[in-house]
């Protein structure tokens, strides 16, 4: 078959200087003596309240909160998307929204049963998302070019097998992990990849959505016994991610760890979920009825989740500190979006996205708070403040800029970022985003433009149920985004459609159009 992918168009001069403020500061320069080493952790529907240092009572993650008291936290951090690729791929190119190629997860159904689990073991090209177009190049292939190694442990869901835009072709050197979103629904998959070539495991063919069989007792431990398999995936990942460490820790390296967890299915490591039994009690299982797999003790399995990836970040950091190479590491955590609501997951129990709200309409998906702001932390010993705090507004495409002037990358102005290298160091001459600016066509056709204190948000866009709106917020005084002023600000509102107009081409792919943006953000 042939599925034709339009080819990526260039941003010109003008995209950088729409993007940002006037005030231009002198560049800085590459830090010299030696390169340092970057580790960039990507969780997977990780809420901004999901961690203890931002505020979380009931998950502990004593090693992230080291790595805040060390470093530095963002308060008003955000993803590129609401969901899983697109905000992934802006992440590695540093485009927003508006100028993306990817702008939603794209299963590319047309080559077939792309959801059929089985179907998918059986031939590898129906697994992957839509491609990126060949001519991408990522932040990756910009660190190779100045002597980084470069390793991606974690799921990509940037293309596909047999495609070339896949890890290996897009500028890592090594991979290993899952190349499908929908093959990462279960944590005992039947193979992981390692660089281009499928990895078979230990696991029987338990597809994503099965249930307790009919009539089973779902507090009868037993019958959830089946859903957990011999090989956990990110048990596998994080061996073959310290073997990557110790291998490249005499050169300057790139390490992209996309973890999947929290995402769901619910799936945890029996040590944990023995912990938060204990320390949750008895519960009410979840039997499925919103995907993925049932499982008797649902919020106890996601903060075992979390507990586990903290464990694993605490690994890695005493790793780089007994290899020697932990004060030239910037390590960076954040998530690629909002907390879930599908799965058993319950952000309203833990209050995920505390202080926003992230449940279903205002959480994953979407383009409030709950859905978009995400934690981030960095870490560098001797270069940022230890338990230093800032509230920079910045947002995930700002990374291909930030690692251009600490690296010495050529940044050939594609990226719509701000280098947010002197907030980082604690320097005075930080250019600061006029705009951030998100278009996502997916969960009813949504946009939002944040302007300072000033919020945008367009949801309906698509939807033939619900009248499209227009509403506009004031994120110092209504942060919980509430109480729609969009009638007593028409300045703002004028101001956001010039950006609109002015910093957002026409997506090339047509599953990606919002035909009611044709002629602007709104009709004026």
């Given at each position: 078959?042939?599925?034709?992918?339009?080819?990526?168009?260039?941003?010109?001069?003008?995209?950088?200087?729409?993007?940002?403020q006037?005030?231009?500061?002198?560049p800085?320069k590459?830090?010299?003596?030696e390169?340092?080493?970057?580790?960039y952790?990507?969780?997977?529907?990780l809420?901004?309240?999901?961690?203890g240092?931002?505020g979380q009572?009931?998950?502990?993650?004593?090693?992230?909160?080291?790595?805040?008291?060390n470093?530095?936290?963002?308060?008003?951090?955000?993803?590129s998307?609401?969901?899983?690729?697109?905000?992934?791929?802006?992440?590695?190119?540093?485009?927003?929204?508006?100028?993306?190629?990817?702008?939603?997860?794209?299963?590319?159904?047309?080559?077939?049963?792309?959801?059929?689990?089985r179907a998918?073991?059986m031939?590898?090209t129906l697994?992957?998302?839509g491609?990126?177009p060949?001519t991408?190049?990522?932040?990756a292939?910009?660190?190779q070019?100045?002597g980084?190694?470069?390793g991606?442990?974690?799921?990509?869901?940037?293309g596909a097998?047999?495609?070339?835009?896949?890890?290996?072709?897009?500028g890592f050197?090594?991979?290993?992990?899952y190349?499908?979103?929908?093959?990462?629904?279960t944590?005992f998959?039947?193979?992981?990849?390692?660089?281009k070539?499928r990895?078979?495991?230990?696991?029987?063919?338990?597809?994503?959505?099965t249930?307790?069989?009919?009539?089973?007792d779902?507090?009868d431990?037993?019958?959830?016994?089946?859903?957990?398999?011999?090989?956990y995936?990110?048990d596998?990942?994080?061996?073959?991610?310290?073997?990557?460490?110790?291998?490249n820790?005499d050169?300057p390296?790139?390490?992209?760890w996309?973890s999947?967890?929290?995402?769901?299915?619910?799936?945890?490591?029996?040590k944990?979920?023995?912990?938060?039994?204990?320390k949750f009690?008895?519960e009410?299982?979840?039997?499925?009825e919103?995907?993925y797999?049932?499982h008797?003790n649902p919020?106890?399995a996601?903060?075992?989740?979390v507990?586990y990836?903290?464990?694993?970040?605490?690994?890695?950091?005493?790793?780089?500190?007994?290899?020697g190479?932990?004060d030239?590491t910037?390590i960076?955590?954040?998530?690629?979006?909002?907390?879930?609501?599908?799965?058993?997951?319950?952000?309203?129990?833990?209050?995920?996205a505390?202080?926003?709200?992230?449940?279903?309409?205002?959480?994953?998906?979407y383009l409030?708070?709950?859905?978009?702001?995400?934690?981030?932390?960095?870490?560098w010993p001797?270069k940022?403040?230890?338990?230093s705090?800032?509230?920079?507004?910045?947002?995930?495409?700002?990374?291909?800029?930030?690692?251009?002037d600490?690296t010495?990358?050529?940044?050939?102005q594609?990226?719509?970022g701000?280098?947010?290298l002197p907030t980082?160091?604690?320097?005075?001459n930080?250019?600061?985003?006029?705009?951030?600016?998100?278009?996502?066509?997916?969960?009813?056709g949504?946009?939002?433009?944040?302007?300072?204190?000033?919020?945008?948000?367009r949801?309906h866009?698509?939807?033939n149920?619900e009248?499209?709106?227009l509403e506009?917020y004031n994120?110092?005084?209504?942060p919980?985004?509430?109480?729609?002023?969009?009638?007593e600000?028409?300045?703002?509102l004028?101001?956001?459609?010039?950006i609109?107009k002015e910093e957002?081409?026409t997506?090339?792919?047509?599953?990606?159009?919002?035909?009611?943006?044709?002629n602007?953000?709104f009709?004026?």
């Amino acid at each position: 078959m042939n599925f034709k992918y339009m080819r990526l168009s260039l941003l010109l001069v003008g995209t950088i200087l729409f993007s940002c403020q006037d005030k231009t500061p002198e560049p800085l320069k590459t830090i010299e003596n030696e390169k340092p080493n970057i580790i960039y952790i990507l969780a997977d529907d990780l809420g901004y309240g999901d961690v203890g240092v931002y505020g979380q009572e009931k998950i502990e993650t004593p090693n992230i909160d080291a790595l805040a008291q060390n470093g530095m936290l963002f308060t008003q951090h955000y993803s590129s998307a609401p969901v899983c690729a697109p905000a992934r791929y802006m992440l590695l190119t540093g485009k927003h929204a508006g100028h993306a190629y990817i702008r939603s997860n794209s299963e590319w159904k047309e080559r077939g049963d792309v959801w059929n689990y089985r179907a998918m073991a059986m031939d590898s090209t129906l697994e992957g998302q839509g491609p990126m177009p060949n001519t991408t190049i990522t932040m990756a292939k910009r660190l190779q070019d100045v002597g980084y190694t470069t390793g991606m442990v974690g799921k990509w869901g940037l293309g596909a097998p047999h495609t070339q835009s896949i890890p290996n072709s897009m500028g890592f050197d090594f991979f290993y992990g899952y190349n499908c979103q929908r093959q990462a629904h279960t944590y005992f998959p039947l193979f992981l990849y390692k660089n281009k070539n499928r990895v078979p495991l230990a696991n029987d063919t338990i597809a994503p959505n099965t249930k307790l069989p009919k009539g089973a007792d779902p507090n009868d431990p037993k019958n959830y016994v089946p859903f957990t398999l011999n090989e956990y995936a990110p048990d596998l990942m994080f061996g073959e991610l310290t073997d990557f460490v110790d291998r490249n820790k005499d050169k300057p390296f790139f390490l992209y760890w996309a973890s999947p967890i929290p995402h769901v299915a619910l799936q945890a490591p029996q040590k944990w979920l023995d912990y938060y039994k204990q320390k949750f009690g008895a519960e009410k299982p979840y039997l499925g009825e919103m995907g993925y797999f049932p499982h008797q003790n649902p919020r106890a399995a996601y903060a075992a989740m979390v507990s586990y990836l903290d464990e694993n970040i605490g690994k890695l950091v005493q790793q780089l500190k007994d290899e020697g190479i932990y004060d030239n590491t910037l390590i960076v955590f954040t998530s690629d979006n909002g907390p879930s609501y599908a799965g058993g997951a319950d952000p309203g129990f833990f209050k995920s996205a505390k202080p926003f709200d992230g449940n279903y309409g205002r959480g994953k998906g979407y383009l409030y708070e709950g859905g978009i702001r995400v934690p981030m932390i960095a870490s560098w010993p001797g270069k940022i403040e230890p338990g230093s705090k800032s509230d920079l507004i910045s947002a995930q495409y700002d990374m291909l800029a930030t690692f251009s002037d600490i690296t010495g990358y050529e940044l050939r102005q594609e990226s719509d970022g701000v280098s947010i290298l002197p907030t980082l160091l604690s320097k005075e001459n930080q250019k600061e985003h006029e705009f951030l600016l998100w278009e996502f066509p997916s969960y009813g056709g949504q946009v939002a433009i944040r302007m300072g204190d000033w919020k945008v948000v367009r949801q309906h866009l698509k939807d033939n149920k619900e009248e499209a709106t227009l509403e506009l917020y004031n994120l110092r005084s209504d942060p919980m985004e509430t109480t729609n002023v969009a009638n007593e600000y028409p300045d703002i509102l004028k101001n956001a459609a010039r950006i609109f107009k002015e910093e957002r081409t026409t997506p090339e792919m047509d599953i990606f159009k919002i035909p009611a943006l044709a002629n602007g953000l709104f009709e004026e």
